[in-house]
């Protein structure tokens, strides 16, 4: 479902946004990329008031196993 909905933009905001071609499918990837931005955000802060600490390493991986795989992934 889609609704419209009216914005007034600065012009030089306005002329970028119209050059991408369709204007309504960019405005709403910036919109959902701001959105997802300020829901990590939001549950960054939520995980450091709880003091829980994440972790990009494999459950019982070290941290040279780690790098490794980084490397791996990275090419």
Known sequence: ????????????VAA??????NASAYTARILRQQM???ELQR???VRAEADI???V????????ATLERWG???G
């Open 1 to 12: 479902m889609t609704v419209n909905t009216t914005m007034s933009l600065p012009d030089d």
């Open 43 to 45: 549950s960054a802060w």
């Open 53 to 55: 600490t994440a972790t």
């Open 16 to 21: 970028f946004v119209k050059a991408k071609g």
């Open 72 to 74: 791996r992934v990275a």
């Open 36 to 38: 997802l931005a300020e």
């Open 57 to 64: 390493a494999e459950p019982g991986e070290n941290e040279e």
